[in-house]
C-alpha cells in the first residue's frame, strides 16, 4: 500500500484566461497478487483544480487494473 500527495503552482503572469492556476492531488494505491502471474490493482485519486477566472473543479477517481506478465 501507498499514498502521496501533489501540487502544481504554476506563475499566474504567464497564464491565459481558463488556464490551471492550481493542481493539487491526494492518492492511495494498493496493489495484491494473486499468482507469480497474476497482479491486481486499486488506486483512489482526489483532484482538485483551480482555474484562472473559472470555479473551481474536482474529481473523485477510482482505478482498477490487473496485470497478467509472462
Known amino acids: 500500500m501507498s499514498a502521496g500527495w501533489t501540487y ?3 506563475d499566474n503572469d504567464d497564464l491565459t484566461a ?3 492556476k492550481l493542481n493539487r492531488a491526494w492518492y492511495v494505491t494498493n496493489q495484491l497478487r494473486l ?3 497474476f497482479l491486481f490493482g486499486l488506486d483512489y485519486l482526489y483532484w482538485t ?3 484562472l477566472g473559472l470555479p473551481e473543479g474536482t474529481d473523485n ?3 482498477f ?3 497478467y506478465t509472462f
Open 18 to 20: 481558463g488556464s490551471r
Open 8 to 10: 502544481d503552482n504554476p
Open 61 to 63: 477517481r477510482l482505478n
Open 65 to 67: 487494473y490487473s496485470v
Open 49 to 51: 483544480t483551480n482555474y
Open 35 to 37: 499468482a507469480p502471474s
